[in-house]
């Protein structure tokens, strides 16, 4: 669920691009399965827990 909380770029939307009978459809959110998707979510995780390390506490 991580994954679809990360914005896509408006300009890259259509890179994610699917046709279905019913019509033409573009994320908005990053989808599971971009070849990118794992790093991405990966470096954002690291940011936000990197600016909150003093917060977080590791068992």
Do not use: C
Request: hydrophobic share 45%.
């Amino acid at each position: 669920m991580g994954y679809f909380q990360v914005l896509i770029n408006p300009e890259h939307a259509k890179y994610t691009a699917f046709i279905t009978h019913i019509g033409k459809f573009e994320y908005t959110r990053m989808p599971q399965g971009l070849v990118n998707s794992p790093s991405t979510f990966a470096r954002l995780m690291v940011e936000i827990f990197w600016k909150n390390q003093k917060f977080i506490t590791i068992l």
